[in-house]
T-cell receptor, first 114, second 109 residues
């Protein structure tokens, strides 16, 4: 089945220790997104790629970086995680960015910062 | 600024009907999505409306009034598995998805 896969599902890291979250997709969608979602809050868009074009949201901290080496894979790097970065990180894909372009989500990675 | 308003939490009884409202103020409008999100899981697509009116899909229906900046999600014949958060999201003039914080729906037997 075509899908969006995120690894790991649960990630524990130490305060300040870099961590990388990964996302892969078999949908062959050209757009990939990274969201941060804290409990009972709306998903917050961090970045998105339209093919290889990187789009950074204005309020995304510099501590967050992303890479998309090819169509199928996208990575989220948190260079120095703080306690406030503990959240669910959701990867999503879509075919284009038209109004009706449904976003398909992976299962998420829950990040805990100790 | 851009704003999506939904009730924080609602409670309903199994077998009943519930309506979850969403009002929005965004820079432009290119459609409105409803997503379902079970606790600890990713959002899953329920519906998309871009024209005024009611779209029915099984037990779930979604309504849109663009002039009023208003949508609702109607869930009929509620089942325990419908306990989840329901997120309203609007596509703005830049084709960015603006998300509401979601409505937590609690179903009681």
């Amino acid at each position: 089945d075509a899908m969006v896969i995120q690894n790991p599902r649960y990630q524990v890291t130490q305060f300040g220790k870099p961590v990388t979250l990964s996302c892969s997709q078999t949908l062959n969608h050209n757009v990939m997104y990274w969201y941060q979602q804290k409990s009972s809050q709306a998903p917050k868009l961090l970045f998105h790629y339209y093919d290889k074009d990187f789009n950074n949201e204005a309020d995304t901290p510099d501590n967050f970086q992303s890479r998309r080496p090819n169509t199928s894979f996208c990575f989220l790097d948190i260079r120095s995680p703080g306690l406030g970065d503990a959240a669910m990180y959701l990867c999503a894909t879509s075919r284009g960015t038209s109004g009706s372009a449904e976003q398909f989500f992976g299962p998420g990675t829950r990040l805990t910062v100790l | 600024g851009q704003n999506i308003d939904q009730p924080t939490e609602m409670t309903a009884t199994e077998g009943a009907i519930v309506q979850i409202n969403c009002t929005y103020q965004t820079s432009g409008f290119n459609g409105l999505f409803w997503y379902q999100q079970h606790a600890g899981e990713a959002p899953t697509f329920l519906s998309y409306n871009v024209l005024d009116g009611l779209e029915e899909k099984g037990r779930f229906s979604s309504f849109l009034s663009r002039s009023k900046g208003y949508s609702y999600l109607l869930l009929k014949e509620l089942q325990m598995k419908d306990s989840a958060s329901y997120l309203c999201a609007v596509v703005d003039s830049n084709y960015q998805l603006i998300w509401g914080a979601g409505t937590k729906l609690i179903i009681k037997p």
